[in-house]
């Protein structure tokens, strides 16, 4: 953070940058992820969420615009750690149900760290009063809920198959 915060719509701008960049970032890693996975649900999810990503990103933008703010401008080092650790995960020698995993794990962090982030920018975006600002947050947020969500059902399975965890103890 190098530029001055006087209130707590500097911090929302800040945050909204930051969101953005980690949402750009993403949308290269997304596509990297899905030609990894094995799972025909986990590719699909991957590739459904790179789609939801783009509107992220759109969001973003028009929510920085409410603020009279540009939403480039920061980059989320977080979010390039992140990615790093899912590269790293890409390029595990593993059997296809353990990298498949690995991969929903990775994915998960991504959607805690971006949760937070989200969580964090409504709540400043309802305190100062940014009601509109608020609601394009809070519809990103609630995407990111139901990723993490779908990649826990993936993981778990479902009453009547496996999931990707348990395939993955018989490999």
Known sequence: MTATMTNLTDLLIHEIR??????????????KMAESAQSPDLKEAFESHLAETKDHVSR??????????????????????LIEEGEETIGLNASPDVKDAALIAAAQRVEHYEMAGYG??????????HSEVEDLLNETLSEEKEADSKLTHIARGKKSETG???EATSS
């Open 18 to 31: 930051d969101l953005y960049s980690a949402e750009t970032q993403l949308i290269d890693a997304l596509p």
């Open 164 to 166: 990707v965890n348990q």
């Open 60 to 81: 973003l933008v028009d929510a920085a615009g409410k603020l009279d703010a540009e939403p480039f401008g920061e980059t989320c080092d977080a979010m390039k750690g």
């Open 120 to 129: 964090s920018a409504a709540c400043f975006a309802n305190c100062a009063g």
